[in-house]
């Protein structure tokens, strides 16, 4: 079946303004994972879900990220009032349960001007 | 200390050779070992895991893991150019966590 899809691929803001980056798992996939990853940088976790849970928002970098995930499929990032250092790669995975494996969708790349 | 490390490179390899890569890790409970590659401007896709000590072998490449070391290695037999990327180790950790702790990577060229 189809991959990991997210959308938009490349969005550009300005600084201060919100965004929402989307994450379609696969089919069928209970877990789900948000990574960022900096120009030259590894990937940086942020949050995962299993089911439409969170148990772990640890990575989240600050009270301006959250993300939810409803109907234990799609998953939303919001980031508020943008800022420069929020500029990387967004990208989701998902695995069939959290002790599976995880499969990278192709990522958003954010750039806030 | 980075709670997982690879050496950044550039690692460069003639082609046709066996290419290294190399991993240690700091959470001795760890119980699971990813290779991913990700060519430049794209995602990060499975190359092999792990979970047991010693090899595992899937082609051409091999994965090996020493938990005593704390040290987990790829191994890429006939090295062809189109294995030239960045490959990132990634490791679960022990506390039930399930979010992955990935190593910066290594930038590995293969020379025609």
């Known amino acids: 079946g189809a991959g990991v899809s997210q959308s938009p691929s490349n969005k550009v803001t300005e600084k201060g303004k919100d965004v929402e980056l989307r994450c379609d798992p696969i089919?069928?996939?209970?877990?789900l994972y948000w990574y960022r990853q900096r120009l030259g940088q590894g990937l940086e976790f942020l949050i995962y879900?299993?089911?439409?849970?969170?148990?772990?928002k640890s990575g989240l970098p600050s009270d301006r990220f959250s993300a939810e995930r409803t109907g234990e499929s799609v998953s939303t990032l919001t980031i508020q009032r943008t800022q420069q250092e929020d500029s990387a790669v967004y990208l989701c995975?998902?695995?069939?349960?959290?002790?599976?494996?995880?499969?990278f969708g192709p990522g958003t790349r954010l750039l806030v001007l | 200390q980075k709670e997982v490390e690879q050496n950044s490179g550039p690692l460069s390899v003639p082609e046709g050779a066996i290419a290294s890569l190399n991993c240690t890790y700091s959470?001795?409970?760890?119980?699971?070992f990813f290779w991913y590659r990700q060519y430049s401007g794209k995602s990060p896709e499975l190359i092999m895991f792990?979970?047991?000590?010693g090899d595992k072998e899937d082609g051409r490449f091999t994965a090996q893991l020493n938990k005593a070391s704390q040290y987990v290695s790829l191994l890429i037999r006939d090295s062809q150019p189109s294995d030239s990327a960045t490959y990132l180790c990634?490791?679960?950790?022990?506390?039930?966590?399930?979010?992955?702790?990935f190593g910066t990577g290594t930038r590995l060229t293969i020379i025609p």
């Open positions: 959470d001795r409970g760890s119980q699971s």
């Open positions: 089919s069928g996939h209970t877990a």
């Open positions: 990634a490791v679960k950790g022990s506390d039930g966590n399930e979010k992955l702790t």
């Open positions: 995975a998902s695995s069939f349960g959290v002790k599976e494996t995880q499969y």
């Open positions: 792990i979970y047991s000590n």
């Open positions: 879900f299993q089911g439409n849970s969170a148990p772990d």
